[in-house]
T-cell receptor, first 114, second 109 residues
Framework: GAVVSQHPSRVICKSGTSVKIECRSL??????MFWYRQFPKQSLMLMAT?????????EQGVEKDKFLINHASLTLSTLTVTSAHPEDSSFYIC??????????FGPGTRLLVL | GENVEQHPSTLSVQEGDSAVIKCTYS??????FPWYKQELGKRPQLIID?????GEKKDQRIAVTLNKTAKHFSLHITETQPEDSAVYFC????????FGAGTRLTVKP
């Protein structure tokens, strides 16, 4: 149990375009979903926390207008990187939790902006 | 906010030896401390966790200890095997989880 999927697994896009990443909890309802960004050989950096039906809470330094998060249901959250630039290239990982404790991670999405 | 420091950044051991990774945290209100294992290109996987009302927890070859007074917790892996090679992350959580920088463990056969 506790499976989280993420789509797409890999995306290459041109600079200036927008990219949407989906995160789904497949066999449980997630009260909270988290979006992380991971640079090569570095730790996971929390970008934002989202609760179903409410606005996401962004970490300091994360542009909410650039990284749009929608948490439409208890099993789906989306992250849209708007007007992507090469510096946005990274590994984006979502996680889902029931309550505030154990988080189950998606497989990640590798974004490359050319 | 919470700040988690993790040491060492790299660790190399011989197969069969023990490995210890240490983390410190800054916010005494943190009450949940998970450890994740991340293999190259894959998602982090929870391997063990401990809550603030417990001092030690063991699961086969893996154990975690927590010292609330000193605000540090450690991961212990005994009888290491090559498949234990990965990056290990500690984390501390009140509501949001903050991760340590990670430790790249290499187990030499």
């Amino acid at each position: 149990g506790a499976v989280v999927s993420q789509h797409p697994s890999r995306v290459i896009c041109k600079s200036g375009t927008s990219v949407k990443i989906e995160c789904r909890s497949l066999d449980f309802q997630a009260t909270t979903m988290f979006w992380y960004r991971q640079f090569p050989k570095q730790s996971l950096m929390l970008m934002a926390t989202s609760n179903e039906g409410s606005k996401a809470t962004y970490e300091q330094g994360v542009e909410k207008d650039k990284f749009l998060i929608n948490h439409a249901s208890l099993t789906l959250s989306t992250l849209t990187v708007t007007s992507a630039h090469p510096e946005d290239s990274s590994f984006y990982i979502c996680s889902a939790s029931v309550g505030q404790e154990t988080q189950y991670f998606g497989p990640g999405t590798r974004l490359l902006v050319l | 906010g919470e700040n988690v420091e993790q040491h060492p950044s790299t660790l190399s051991v011989q197969e069969g030896d023990s490995a210890v990774i240490k983390c410190t945290y800054s916010d005494s209100a943190s009450n949940y401390f998970p450890w994740y294992k991340q293999e190259l290109g894959k998602r982090p996987q929870l391997i063990i966790d401990i809550r603030s009302n417990v001092g030690e927890k063991k699961d086969q070859r893996i154990a975690v200890t927590l010292n609330k007074t000193a605000k540090h917790f450690s991961l212990h892996i005994t009888e290491t095997q090559p498949e234990d090679s990965a990056v290990y992350f500690c984390a501390a959580s009140i509501e949001d989880m903050r991760f340590g920088a990670g430790t790249r463990l290499t187990v030499k056969p």
